[in-house]
């Protein structure tokens, strides 16, 4: 099947600093990839769709100049927070979109947990 | 605004005990349905992608079913590694919507 990974799985980092997580699909090309969060007991909210060499569209309420999103290649996008502050904390899930037509189907990584001190 | 709504919360078997979860859903323009497993601190596992009503998959004691407005997951006759929260999505063109999911426990 379709492999997604993420890295690191987990991160500290101090208030104030920037933290980029890596996903990359591992066995298929994604021209898109998604980012999500996910807080404690919550489902998983849409942050923004990656697009493979253009911009990326952020979902309603997300800062698009907090919350970076690079997707260089057909297998790696990357979410970098800027500036991170304790409300951050979260864990943030990738997910890349496999197959063509109509059976598109997103698989997804194991995830970053993300603690602001 | 798409929706999915699943229900119950929680729920809480004894190994062997079947069930089945629901997951009902408001959406423009569907393009599949989703079900995934998800273990504490892991991101969602893909179990099933149901596309029209009538549609059925099965994997083990799993078995998913759609109509025009909402999908079961059957759970038959459970083991306690059936134990997670069960995500279902919408996709809707390519977004999916997510519900705030199903934690299943099952007791041995």
């Known amino acids: 099947g379709a492999v997604v990974s993420q890295h690191p799985s987990r991160v500290i980092c101090k208030s104030g600093t920037s933290v980029k997580i890596e996903c990359r699909s591992l066995?298929?090309?994604?021209?898109?990839m998604f980012w999500y969060r996910q807080f404690p007991k919550q489902s998983l909210m849409l942050m923004a769709t990656?697009?493979?060499?253009?911009?990326?569209?952020?979902e309603q309420g997300v800062e698009k100049d907090k919350f970076l999103i690079n997707h260089a290649s057909l297998t790696l996008s990357t979410l970098t927070v800027t500036s991170a502050h304790p409300e951050d904390s979260s864990f943030y899930i990738c997910?890349?979109?496999?197959?063509?037509?109509?059976?598109?189907?997103?698989?997804f990584g194991p995830g970053t947990r993300l603690t602001v001190l | 605004e798409d929706q999915v709504t699943q229900s119950p919360e929680a729920l809480r078997l004894q190994e062997g005990e079947s069930s089945s979860l629901n997951c009902s859903y408001t959406?423009?323009?569907?393009?599949?349905l989703f079900w995934y497993r998800q273990d504490p601190g892991k991101g969602p596992e893909f179990l099933f992608t149901?596309?029209?009503a009538g549609e059925e998959k099965e994997k083990e004691r799993l078995k998913a079913t759609l109509t025009k407005k909402e999908s079961f997951l059957h759970i038959t006759a459970p083991k306690p590694e059936d134990s997670a929260t069960y995500l279902c999505?919408?996709?809707?063109?390519?977004?999916?919507?997510f519900g705030a999911g199903t934690t299943v426990t099952v007791r041995a």
């Open positions: 990656s697009n493979e060499g253009s911009k990326a569209t952020y």
């Open positions: 149901l596309y029209s």
């Open positions: 959406v423009s323009g569907l393009r599949g």
């Open positions: 066995d298929f090309q994604a021209t898109t």
């Open positions: 999505a919408v996709q809707a063109p390519d977004k999916l919507s």
């Open positions: 997910s890349a979109l496999a197959g063509g037509g109509a059976k598109n189907e997103q698989f």
